[in-house]
């Protein structure tokens, strides 16, 4: 992606001082909304985990971690952490934590293959959140109910900083709409996933997209996503592979389908199976993460991240995340947004 400049840009609060304002505002909101709406408590989470473990988020397989020797290990290997997706499952059995209660945390990545552009930084930053359920719980129906609880959070957090700077208007729906990803192919079977997501979110502003990583029609998926936490093989109900989605709203100072959120239910010992062999990653059944969810060790759980820069970047209308955030950007870049009124921290 290139990097965009809106047309008639306008920092809607004037300082960078009032900006760190409401970040913290917004921050302070959202977790507060998130953790009453799912029943999360707050928990400390890693930067590195050991390599070799299955522990970390593989993501789609060809990003590269930030590895480096730990001398007190005998110069074991350790990583970054790319996201949390399967510490989290860890941590709620470590806990012994009953279905219906779950955990967040701050997540701090480090992705240095990322593509720098408005909404993407090497520095990633999310709401991170687990919750057990039960198995009778592994379905659509559950699924739709907690997206709905997130965008609920969201809205609340939009019409608070509303109050609080009324410069910023809100303009969420008050719902979201649901559709399978195999559903918007069919609406749009000459665009490319990216542009189907354009056209769905202008269309309705605020959009939970159903089944990521399963090939669909035309034997590509809609997006990646890594085999060993997503369940995206399952049928469910509907009759569509995948009981996971993103949650994407449409971004009106960028003019574009804006992703705030990844999530799903987890893999359960079967799908996890299917899906390792229909990615060919089925010598990964032997690392710890991975023998003790096959062994029935781990809780059925949902979870997902909901990016903290991004989500901020949205409610405060930034046209940059680099606006939010404190990262490295390719100097023409800052030179660019600086001489468009777009100031990067």
């Not at 930084?121 to 129906?141: L, P």
């Amino acid at each position: 992606m290139e990097l965009y400049i809106p047309e008639g840009y306008t920092n809607l609060l004037g300082t960078v001082e009032n900006t760190e304002k409401a970040i913290k505002y917004v921050k302070d909101m959202f977790q507060e909304n998130l953790s009453a709406q799912l029943a999360l408590l707050r928990v400390t989470a890693p930067m590195v985990v050991l390599q070799g473990t299955g522990v970390n988020d593989d993501l789609n397989n060809i990003e590269r971690p930030v590895t480096f020797p730990l001398r007190d290990l005998d110069e074991r290997p350790a990583e970054v952490v790319h996201s949390l997706a399967k510490w989290k499952r860890l941590k709620l059995a470590e806990m012994g934590v009953e279905p219906g209660r779950g955990i967040y945390t701050d997540m701090n990545a480090l992705r240095p293959d990322e593509e720098l552009d408005n909404i993407h930084s090497i520095y990633v930053d999310q709401w991170d959140w687990e919750k057990v359920i039960t198995e009778s719980e592994r379905n659509i129906a559950f699924l739709k109910q907690t997206v709905r609880r997130i965008y609920e959070a969201i809205k609340v957090t939009e019409n608070k900083v509303y109050v609080e700077f009324p410069q910023i208007r809100p303009h969420l729906p008050e719902e979201i709409l649901f559709i399978h990803s195999e559903q918007l192919r069919a609406m749009y079977p000459d665009l490319a996933p990216k542009e189907r997501e354009m056209e769905i979110v202008r269309r309705h502003k605020a959009v939970f997209i159903i089944g990521i990583g399963h090939p669909l029609g035309d034997g590509l998926p809609h997006d990646g996503r890594a085999a060993d936490y997503d369940d995206w093989s399952t049928e469910n109900e509907e009759g569509y592979k995948g009981l996971n989605g993103d949650i994407l709203l449409w971004n009106p100072v960028l003019e574009s389908a804006f992703e705030v959120s990844s999530m799903g239910i987890r893999v359960s010992p079967e799908s996890l199976l299917c899906q390792l062999e229909a990615r060919g990653e089925r010598h990964k059944e032997s690392l710890d993460f991975h023998r003790r969810l096959l062994a029935g060790r781990l809780p059925y759980t949902i979870g997902g991240g909901i990016g903290q820069s991004r989500l901020c970047m949205f409610l405060l209308r930034k046209a940059h995340i680099g606006e939010i955030q404190s990262s490295i950007w390719p100097p023409a870049m800052v030179t660019r947004c600086r001489e468009a009124g777009i100031d990067l921290m």
